[in-house]
């Protein structure tokens, strides 16, 4: 699997892959795979026998906006399938002042965040894909923010999702529903610990995979949560529900 467009365009230019089809994994962390449940890794392993090449475009902390200004990589890869998995990052930038400012010194945030700010680059995205590639667009529903599902972050990703349903809808793209098989993963009538946008707890569990070696799955346990590992990224079962998904949609259309 090419672990970034760069790669991938390096081969390219070798002729490499003239005979494969290409499908990009476009995203933030929970797609990069770094810090996350590697869904996009464990896709390309099962179809590894198949000529395709993978290409992670996933980029820690991105929000909407950011994607759209790294179109140009993307549409160089001529892919034939794109997923597009982007919106945690936009929510959380909601979260408080000091998550806006945060974003905005990490990732030039450049206004006020909002779900129309969120819309307007999510459309952008989609159409630069349509009109300059070839490729079969999956759009992901965005994942919960901590496993309180009535929380004031998860109503708000609620929100987030219905409107990404309804541009995916107009536009024409297709939707994979991964909320409701994430959920499945909870324990019903539990009360999680509650997410608190607390970075440490992010660069800790982090820290756990990588040098202690813990696994994704072992570190939610540790942290009292059942799909995700830090209340914002993946463990290890939540990330089969994505590939899943994914693997269901590139059998499909390659």
Same mark, same amino acid.
């Given at each position: 699997m090419h672990r970034s467009p760069e790669a991938f365009l390096r081969s390219r230019r070798a002729g490499k892959t003239d005979s494969r089809s290409t499908v990009v994994f476009l995203g933030d962390s929970?797609?990069?795979?770094?810090?996350?449940?590697?869904?996009?890794?464990? @896709?390309? +392993?099962r179809n590894g026998n198949r000529p395709i090449d993978f290409v992670n475009a996933g980029v820690n902390g991105d929000l909407?906006?950011?994607? @759209?200004? +790294?179109?140009?990589?993307?549409?160089?890869c001529r892919p034939d399938a794109v997923t597009l998995l982007i919106g945690t990052n936009d929510v959380q930038a909601t979260q408080s002042e000091k998550m806006e400012h945060m974003f905005r010194r990490q990732k030039g945030l450049r206004s006020v965040p909002t779900l129309a700010h969120y819309r307007s680059a999510v459309s952008e995205i989609l159409e630069n894909v349509r009109t300059r590639t070839r490729a079969s667009v999956a759009v992901l529903e965005i994942p919960m923010l901590g496993e309180n599902l009535g929380s004031e972050m998860n109503v708000r990703v609620d929100e987030y999702n219905r409107a990404l349903r309804t541009l995916v809808h107009e536009q024409g793209h297709e939707l994979l529903p991964i909320r409701a098989g994430l959920q499945q993963l909870l324990t019903p009538d539990r009360t999680p610990p509650p997410y608190t946008a607390d970075v440490a707890v992010i660069v800790t569990a982090s820290l756990s995979h990588s040098l202690l070696r813990r696994s994704w799955n072992e570190i939610s346990r540790r942290n009292g949560l059942e799909a995700l590992t830090d209340h914002v990224h993946l463990n290890d079962r939540a990330g089969a529900v994505v590939a899943d998904a994914v693997c269901d949609f590139v059998r499909r259309i390659t």
């Open positions: 929970i797609t990069r795979g770094a810090v996350s449940s590697n869904w996009a890794a464990a @896709v390309a +392993r909407a906006f950011n994607v @759209v200004d +790294r179109l140009d990589q993307v549409v160089a």
